[in-house]
């Protein structure tokens, strides 16, 4: 089955000799638009990728205005986000206790920092940066889709609506970088980490979340991983591999958290449904990770003693600026 949009051969981005194996062949489960998608791993660095891959000009198709991210980052006017966690302590401090001290719940997200500035790369429509300013931040934000950029703009704050290569460089330099879900989609994530590399302050911390795709959950459903997202996804990290791309981008790692959440492992179940024709139950299962809501307390059990062994399919990364 042909791709329907233009798509490039890349090699790895690391400068390694062009010897890659294949690793799986996948579609585009989003959106189902036609074709298949191959995800090689190359035997000298064993970081793996997409490939052959949409252009970066073919790529927005992939990217329509009703994109989960684009949608599910809105903010209601006048209305700041409270996280999960905080909703929970002003209501159960008991269920906090147990959830902040024994699980340590939701505690890897951030560095401890006083507010100073933040830049957001794929901000999306603009709830992290609305949720950072009220806490006493200066923000900016940086988004490829015009729609959700107009949107986070009109919250009141600087986006520039485009790629992080188009992005102009800022008159000040940032105390904190933060990107949720993103650096896989970069076309030239080393590139990137370098801009923002020049974007930082010297004992600037940047913090950023990806898929783990050294986790149990990519073996065990292959291409029907939830977290695979193609084509939309480039590249596929390990704790290993992240270690070297962002070395790589001029940015040393300091810690990596493995996210307490088992929300892929149940979408993904989702998928397997779908594929042996149950589509309503899996779909069900494939929305999962937008309305859990309460199901992630109920499973974090789980999902704290997987997070132990590395064995969850989300890790956080906190990386300073190398000296």
Known sequence: MSNPFPTEDVACPLGCHRHDETILVGQDRIHDLPGQFVVVKC????LMRTNPRPTPQSMA???????G?????????????VPVVEKVAFYKKPIRYIFKHFFQFN?????????????????????????????????????????????ASGLGYPVHAGSLETAPQPAEAFDLIVGWMVLEHLHDPIAGLKKLRNCAKSDAWLVLSVPNAGSVEFRLFGNRWYALQLPNHLYHFTPNTIRRVLDAGGWKVEKIHHQRVLSNLI??????????GYPRLGRKLVDYPVRSGWGNFILYP??????????????????????
């Open 267 to 276: 979408a993904s179940t989702g998928y397997v449904l779908i594929d042996k």
């Open 107 to 151: 505690t890897e997200v951030m560095p401890p920092l006083p507010p100073g500035r933040m830049l957001e790369i794929g901000c999306a429509s603009g709830s992290f940066l609305h949720h950072m300013s009220a806490r006493g931040w200066q923000v900016q934000g940086i988004e490829f889709s015009a729609k959700a950029a107009e949107v």
């Open 302 to 323: 789980l999902a704290w003693l997987l997070s132990q062994f590395g064995q969850t399919g989300r890790m956080t990364i906190w990386a300073r600026v190398k000296s």
């Open 69 to 81: 991210p684009y949608l599910g980052t809105r903010v209601a006017a006048n209305v700041v986000q």
């Open 43 to 46: 035997k000298q660095c064993g």
């Open 61 to 67: 198709n992939y990217y329509p205005d009703d994109y």
